[in-house]
């Protein structure tokens, strides 16, 4: 039973830039969140999906933006990279979006 | 908007000794949740509290969930080299799909 993956695993970009990162769930999850967590702190919520569209968005420009695939794999782009974007993106899966959230490895993103 | 806090932000301990960490909301929650992370690592899901005033174990952990369900804790019972990471609680609202806000962690280290 595959967990969460997610691609790339490391990412360097320039400033201005636009970044995409991938995400596919859990077997048998159809929710997709995704996370940001800069170095030394807690993961902060950036949006959820299900049946491919957003349902929960948190506190982020509308530079992030998402996608969902019938598939219910999830990409995450960011547009005009900004040093601040520098940090460990992680996706989460669940099964409706409630309950226990399992996360993947995360892609480490630098923005230089 | 929604704040988690937890205290302490890093506590040292010795094998054996006991640890605690308390997590504050600054609202209501619908429920909460707790995960840990090692160094390098994911958020990992150790469980999720429901009703006010709820306890759980786990082997040597305890969770409890606030009677105003603001607050929660998670207390270690001799703790062990294994123990290791960042826990993080995680509240969760009254709307269907999962907003999650992350507490700021607690660093534990151990030593033996």
């Known amino acids: 039973d595959a967990g969460v993956t997610q691609s790339p695993t490391h990412l360097i970009k320039t400033r201005g830039q636009q970044v995409t990162l991938r995400c596919s769930p859990k077997s048998g999850h159809d929710t997709v969140s995704w996370y940001q967590q800069a170095l030394g702190q807690g993961p902060q919520f950036i949006f959820q999906?299900?049946?491919?569209?957003?349902?929960q968005r948190g506190n982020f420009p509308d530079r992030f933006s998402g996608h969902q695939f019938p598939n219910y794999s999830s990409e995450l782009n960011v547009n005009a990279l900004l040093l601040g974007d520098s940090a460990l993106y992680l996706c989460?899966?669940?099964?409706?979006?409630?309950?226990?959230?399992?996360f993947g490895p995360g892609t480490r993103l630098t923005v230089t | 908007g929604q704040q988690v806090m937890q205290i302490p932000q890093y506590q040292h301990v010795q094998e054996g000794e006991d640890f605690t960490t308390y997590c504050n909301s600054s609202?209501?929650?619908?429920?909460i949740q707790w995960y840990k992370q090692r160094p390098g690592g994911h958020p990992v899901f150790l469980i999720q509290?429901?009703?006010?005033?709820e306890v759980k174990k786990q082997k040597r952990l305890t969770f409890q969930f606030g009677e105003a369900k603001k607050n929660s804790s998670l207390h270690i019972t001799a703790t062990q080299t294994t123990d290791v990471g960042t826990y993080f609680c995680a509240g969760g609202g009254n709307t269907g799909f999962q907003k999650l806000v992350f507490g700021t962690g607690t660093r534990l280290l151990v030593s033996p």
């Open positions: 999906y299900y049946e491919e569209e957003e349902r």
């Open positions: 989460a899966s669940s099964l409706g979006g409630v309950g226990e959230q399992y």
């Open positions: 509290l429901v009703k006010s005033g």
């Open positions: 609202t209501t929650l619908s429920n």
